[in-house]
């Protein structure tokens, strides 16, 4: 019997993801934090966040993620799935993620 364990690991690896991405989030303290950690992040200046360029932003704020945690990351946040992070996906990731876990 040959056991699939790819969807393990990737359960594995999106869970860290999210923690790492939490920390990331609680860093983000208002949406103004939020736009200027976009804007330098997205070096390309394109209005979007490639998978390197998200690597980048959580780097910068302290958060060292492993490729396959960004894959993960780009993942849970590019909800048209056209493997960029538009601004508008980050600030729904930050505002709907956050409301729940966080006091303003
Ligand atoms: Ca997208």
């Not at 200027?36 to 959580?58: I, Q």
């Not at 992070?85 to 930050?94: H, L």
């Amino acid at each position: 019997m040959k056991i699939n364990s790819s969807e393990h690991v990737f359960y594995q690896v999106g869970h860290h993801s999210k923690s790492k991405l939490d920390l990331v989030r609680s860093l983000l303290s208002t949406e103004e934090v939020v736009k200027s950690a976009f804007d330098a992040a997205d070096e390309s200046k394109d209005g979007a966040l490639s998978a390197s360029e998200l690597g980048h932003l959580c780097l910068a704020l302290g958060s060292s993620l492993e490729p396959q945690e960004v894959e993960a990351a780009l993942q849970t946040l590019d909800t048209d799935g056209n493997g960029k992070i538009e601004y508008d996906e980050f600030i729904r990731w930050w505002k709907g993620e956050g409301a729940k876990g966080f006091l303003y």
